[in-house]
């Protein structure tokens, strides 16, 4: 069965730090991989995903990810944070051959000015 | 601009009561939505998938006479919350798979408070 892990509930980084949200899978085929962020009462936002080609991803709002076949990771990283950065952010997993979307228990990250 | 819209934002209703929640892709026709649930402070879980003409397809443990999914057009599908609870005051999104297939857009997601 697809299964997600986000072993950090919260991830606290200093304003304009490199910052790295953990995200492991377990899929039985090929992984479509995903982040989204969610800000307070709000529905989720697209920030960037994997599906195949290069390993180093990037998205919106200056984040990127990186696709670790062998360690079954896709880390959420960005060079310099912002305090505006500060939400909720879920890793998700769809497997090739399914629609839905399995999600990590999510990572808060704050970032402090 | 938002992809996907969700309406109400917010709900109160009485227990016993039912209430409606909408979801309307914008930009594409979509033949399937999922629904999500979540509670304060956890993941998404999963619903159902609606599917356009057709029964929607639950996840294991949810009631489907409960959680009535209509998905008429293949840009709206509706979940009602027939004779509501306490227990299911939570936020309620949905979502759509865009044209490219490998994209899902979440709508802006709907909170229900059930007194």
């Known amino acids: 069965a697809q299964s997600v892990a986000q072993p950090e509930d919260q991830v606290n980084v200093a304003e304009g730090n490199p910052l790295t949200v953990k995200c492991t899978y377990s899929?039985?085929?090929?992984?479509?991989l995903f982040w989204y962020v969610q800000y307070p009462n709000r529905g989720l936002q697209f920030l960037l995903k994997?599906?195949?080609?290069?390993?180093l991803v990037k998205g919106s709002y200056g984040f990127e990810a990186e696709f670790n076949k062998s360690q079954t990771s896709f880390h959420l990283k960005k060079p310099s944070a912002l305090v505006s950065d500060s939400a909720l952010y879920f890793c998700?997993?769809?497997?090739?051959?399914?629609?839905?979307?399995?999600f990590g228990t999510g990572t808060r990250l704050q970032v402090f000015p | 601009g938002a992809v996907v819209s969700q309406h109400p934002s917010w709900v109160i209703c009485k227990s016993g009561t039912s209430v409606k929640i909408e979801c309307r892709s914008l930009d594409f026709q979509a033949t399937t939505m999922f629904w999500y649930r979540q509670f304060p402070k956890q993941s998404l879980m999963l619903m159902a998938t609606?599917?356009?003409?057709?029964?929607?397809?639950?996840e294991q443990g949810v009631e489907k006479d409960k959680f009535l999914i209509n998905h008429a057009s293949l840009t709206l599908s509706t979940l009602t919350v027939t004779s509501a609870h306490p227990e299911d005051s939570s936020f309620y999104i949905c979502s759509v798979r865009g044209n490219s297939g490998n994209t899902i857009y979440f709508g802006e997601g709907s909170w229900l408070t059930v007194v």
């Open positions: 899929v039985s085929g090929n992984p479509y």
């Open positions: 998700a997993v769809r497997d090739g051959k399914a629609d839905k979307l399995i």
């Open positions: 609606s599917n356009e003409g057709s029964k929607a397809t639950y």
């Open positions: 994997y599906i195949t080609g290069d390993n």
